[in-house]
């Protein structure tokens, strides 16, 4: 018992002297751990942004189904997601680094897997005390770290206003959406608001494409204002493909057939590239995903897997590219597992993908060699009539402060552009 307390206290500190001064980067999660939902008080799983105290809900499968041991910790990090200096237990009521307990194995599936829930605040971690960025890393029992993801707490004291114009530049005025905003510190003083002000821009709650670094333009008073162009500026994209397989016997608008074998197999109509194509609104939910099933009562347990065969219709590619799917059901990850292959039997890239139950929202994307997207939405095309969500965050380091703190979010959505 004594040594695995000391093992216990050496990994601890190996663990924090180990991401010291690295900004932090999620780990994408392996092949046997599916259906990753990270959300606070909302119906989809999608990036949390959410309010000092609002709880915070983690659910995942492991389709190995062996009920293996996983543990959670719980970082807190400044706006350019390097380390901040506050100790765990200023951030932190209760403790980390503890076994998730909420276990539960999927019933009369196909697919068997294991379903873990972790709820923020439980017993152990009874609260998150300060605002700013998170990582919530998942370990196993032999402390190799599996996944993480990001996550920010804030607290509503600076009002911030947003709106969605066209691009004044005529080169862009089809294809992009800019974002303005301002940023009103109410009974806060800003100080020095250049140094100690650091903004944020989301498009569709994808951090991998978010516009940082972007000072304030004008001061009045109080009250900052960003009214920039080119630098806020978002491509529009294309509004997401989506499918339903909730009923895993019946095929639906997205679905052409389905087959049964080991599991059960959809297949979706081919999609076409569209960057040559007029818009055509499809009303859609902005890259996210949910789980669910007619097969059972709860979807945790009783949803099943199913192999998603995805199909595109693209001109053939350069050799030293490829096509990718992707979308908040992965988490936005590119690697091996998204990328779709050349069928010359019927001239189609093709990719099947083991996925649960549910509705999702999907893309394709063209990524180089060094895995770098080629030109963003190169498949898709980008319209500025296309219906996306935005979000800035705003931080404010206080004179003399330890830490960033995240005091402002606002949001709006791209119907409503004006010119």
Do not use: C
Not at 88 to 106: A, H, K, W
Not at 117 to 127: E, R, S, V, Y
Not at 211 to 218: D, K, L
């Amino acid at each position: 018992m004594k040594l695995k307390i000391i093992l216990f206290i050496f990994w601890n500190i190996a663990y924090i002297l180990s991401i010291k001064g690295q900004i932090a980067q999620e780990t994408p999660e392996p092949n046997y751990i599916k259906s990753v939902q990270f959300k606070g008080d909302t119906f989809l799983g999608e990036l949390p942004t959410i309010k000092l105290g609002q709880p915070l809900q983690l659910t995942f499968d492991d389709i190995i189904g062996d009920e293996h041991d996983y543990f959670y910790t719980i970082t807190h990090y400044d706006a350019d997601w390097t380390p901040s200096k506050l100790a765990r237990s200023e951030f932190m009521l209760g403790m980390d680094n503890v076994r998730i307990l909420n276990i539960e194995n999927s019933v009369a599936t196909l697919q068997l897997y294991s379903s873990y829930q972790l709820d923020i605040p439980n017993k152990m971690t009874q609260a998150l005390r300060k605002t700013g960025n998170y990582l919530l890393s998942i370990f196993n029992e032999e402390r190799n770290l599996v996944f993480s993801r990001k996550f920010m707490i804030y607290s509503p004291q600076f009002s911030v206003g947003v709106q969605i114009k066209r691009s004044r530049d005529f080169k862009y005025i089809n294809t992009k959406q800019v974002v303005r905003f301002f940023v009103d510190g109410g009974a806060i003083t800003i100080i020095n608001p250049k140094k100690n002000i650091k903004t944020v821009i989301l498009q569709n709650n994808n951090l991998k494409t978010a516009i940082t670094g972007i000072p304030p333009q004008y001061t009045i008073g109080n009250k900052l204002e960003y009214r920039y162009d080119q630098e806020t500026a978002f491509w529009g994209g294309n509004e997401f493909f989506n499918f339903e397989n909730k009923d895993i016997r019946g095929s639906t608008a997205a679905i052409s057939h389905i087959e049964l074998k080991s599991l059960y197999h959809n297949y979706l109509y081919t999609n076409i590239a569209r960057y040559d194509q007029p818009y055509t609104f499809n009303p859609d939910i902005n890259g996210n995903f949910t789980i669910t099933t007619l097969q059972g009562r709860t979807p945790r347990t009783e949803a099943e897997y199913a192999w998603i065969h995805f199909s595109l219709e693209h001109p053939i590619i350069a050799e030293d590219q490829k096509l990718h799917v992707y979308g908040n059901f992965n988490n936005y990850v590119i690697n091996e597992s998204t990328a779709l292959i050349y069928n010359p039997d019927n001239y189609k890239y093709e990719l099947p993908m083991l996925l649960k139950q549910g509705f999702y929202n999907y893309k394709y994307v063209l990524v180089n060699a060094d895995g770098t997207i080629n030109r963003e939405n190169a498949v898709s095309g980008n319209y500025w009539q296309t219906e996306n969500d935005y979000q800035v965050l705003v931080y404010y380091r206080r004179p003399g402060g330890r830490f960033d703190e995240l005091l402002g979010v606002g949001s709006s959505n791209s119907s409503s552009i004006s010119n």
